[in-house]
């Protein structure tokens, strides 16, 4: 089955797929995103992701590219196009098409784009059961993280450091020491005494799905929380690391900086949690 991509109101082969170069997500970033998980058919909390992408837009004062519903619609029809049960939905939304200048366009019309591609469960899987590592990096990015917008070039420096240093992702650290979040992940510790911490949702980190939906389940199983931001040395000392994203779910972490997260091995509660969300994910 070969890809489909909608972009603008059409599906169109994915090779062919293309918008203008004038278009003002190409020439500034001036556009938002939503990655969605698909399990089994299902849209992972699809409707968290949609509040968010409004928001984003609101935030930005980009007009929406259609009404909810319909959009909606789109999305199931460019997974069935594409085969797509369990994998990720992609959606970009931009500020349109016009000549380049900088302020908004007065009649700006918004372009909306959407893949989807097919993960794979076992590899996944694979890659939980060994965990992975991560590095720490200054945290470089703009003021309002909160906005889940395309323009990523911290974030794509980031991961690159990691990459090349052998590892899977990094943790961005802010100016007094705390850890924001990853480049494209949420950030928790598990401190020696079993507390969970992840820092609380402001301008200064995405607002993850993944992450409030796991807040939600350890609620209501009782698990202790702190939301609060955490140093790098508390990263360094911790019992258990991990991190949430829509890709990724809970995946724990076993090496920081290369050194090891206790014994170098994924922990019992991380592996919990992830048991616990793919649960959630399930149902
Ligand atoms: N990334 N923080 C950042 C900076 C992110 O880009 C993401 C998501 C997250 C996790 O949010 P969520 O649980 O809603 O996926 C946190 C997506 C997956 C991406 O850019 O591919």
Avoid: C
């Avoid at 994915?14 to 500034?28: S, T």
């Avoid at 984003?56 to 069935?80: F, N």
């Avoid at 797509?84 to 007065?106: K, S």
């Amino acid at each position: 089955m070969s890809r489909i991509a909608y972009v603008n109101g059409q599906y169109v082969p994915h090779l062919d797929a293309a918008v203008h170069i004038e278009d003002r997500g190409y020439q500034f970033a001036d556009g938002v995103y939503e990655v969605i998980p698909v399990v089994n058919n299902k849209l992972i909390g699809e409707e968290g992701h949609l509040d968010r992408l409004w928001r984003s837009m609101e935030e930005l004062k980009m007009a929406e590219p259609m009404k909810r519903k319909p959009l909606e619609m789109v999305m199931r029809e460019v997974l069935r196009q594409n085969g797509v049960e369990n994998g990720l939905i992609y959606l970009q939304v931009t500020r349109g098409v016009a000549p380049r200048d900088h302020p908004f366009p007065r009649d700006a019309v918004s372009s909306l784009v959407m893949t989807a591609k097919k993960t794979s469960p076992e590899k996944a899987e694979a890659k939980a059961a060994k965990g992975v590592s991560i590095i720490t990096v200054p945290d470089i990015r703009w003021a309002r993280r909160d906005i889940k917008s395309v323009s990523l070039l911290p974030n794509v420096l980031a991961k690159q450091e990691a990459v090349e240093k052998g590892a899977y992702e990094a943790f961005q650290v802010d100016e007094e020491g705390f850890i924001t979040e990853g480049s494209s992940t949420n950030a928790w510790i598990i401190t020696q005494d079993g507390t969970l911490v992840t820092r609380p949702t402001g301008n200064d980190i995405l607002a993850g799905i993944t992450r409030a939906d796991l807040l939600k389940l350890l609620e209501q199983k009782n698990y202790k929380v702190e939301l609060r931001p955490f140093t790098v040395e508390e990263l360094q000392n911790a019992r258990e690391v991990f991190l949430t994203s829509s890709s990724s779910y809970v995946l724990p972490i076993v090496e920081v900086d290369g050194k090891p997260v206790g014994n170098g091995h994924p922990g019992s509660i991380s592996n919990d949690l992830r048991g616990i969300f793919k649960d959630f994910m399930n149902n």
